[in-house]
């Protein structure tokens, strides 16, 4: 079956530091590009960093500085580093694999991990 599962959410203080994992399996992983999206308690859900299949990284502005993504196609995973943690930062944290921003047919999508900071 195509599916993403993360991993690695929990509860940290301020300032601290998270690594998110997320294992692919059911498809192709090194021809898709991978992204980390959040969605934060009655909010949209917003985008976060992505790594294309070519290796190349883009964040939006509130992840840059303090967020890398990576990806490992030998093991099928993508991960974010977080440091720096902030209260707002708090959300569900989904990954998905896709391959066009507007042909979303093959697009797959995580079950999501929870990261709660807060002191």
């Known amino acids: 079956q195509v599916q993403l599962v993360e991993s690695g959410g929990g509860l940290v203080q301020p300032g601290g530091s998270l690594r998110l994992s997320c294992a692919a399996s059911?498809?192709?992983?090194?021809?898709?590009?991978m992204s980390w999206h959040r969605q934060a308690p009655g909010k949209d859900r917003e985008f976060v960093a992505v790594i294309t299949r070519d290796q190349i990284t883009n964040y939006a502005d509130f992840a840059k500085g303090r967020f890398t993504i990576s990806r490992d196609n030998a093991r099928n995973t993508v991960s974010l580093q977080m440091n720096s943690l902030k209260p707002e930062d708090t959300a569900v944290y989904y990954c998905?694999?896709?391959?066009?921003?507007?042909?979303?047919?093959?697009?797959?999508w995580g079950q999501g991990t929870l990261v709660t900071v807060s002191s």
């Open positions: 998905k694999a896709w391959t066009s921003l507007t042909n979303f047919r093959t697009d797959v």
């Open positions: 059911g498809f192709t992983f090194s021809t898709y590009h």
